[in-house]
Nanobody, 114 residues
Framework: QVQLVESGGGLVQPGGSLRLSCAAF????????MNWYRRAPGKERELVAA????????KYADSVKGRFTISRDSNKNTVYLQMNNLKPEDTAMYYC???????WGKGTQVTVSS
């Protein structure tokens, strides 16, 4: 059974950092493209970052380029999102997704506030 479990969210001050984790169960992340999305209150869901199955291709939303980094650890079967220089507008629920089959985690809340 495919399952994605996000963790690592929390409350952080502007300029701070967080690292989100997405632990995958029931499949090997090395064989799949993986995504991070977010949804802020009152806004549409947004693709934040994506990594190809080989890890050789990554892409980011313009709003997070230079601040966020997506990575994967096949040994731990986990995808990460390192978020630096966080801004209040990064406040959202963050979700991990496996596009193949459209599997989603339940999300982890990130709040950036002083």
């Amino acid at each position: 059974q495919v399952q994605l479990v996000e963790s690592g969210g929390g409350l952080v001050q502007p300029g701070g950092s967080l690292r989100l984790s997405c632990a995958a169960f029931g499949f090997a992340i090395a064989a799949h493209n993986m995504n991070w999305y977010r949804r802020a209150p009152g806004k549409e869901r947004e693709l934040v970052a994506a990594v190809s199955l080989g890890g050789g291709t990554v892409k980011y939303a313009d709003s997070v380029k230079g601040r966020f980094t997506i990575s994967r650890d096949s040994n731990k079967n986990t995808v990460y999102l390192q978020m630096n220089n966080l801004k209040p507008e990064d406040t959202a629920m963050y979700y991990c997704r496996r596009p193949n089959g459209d599997y989603w985690g339940k999300g982890t809340q990130v709040t950036v506030s002083s």
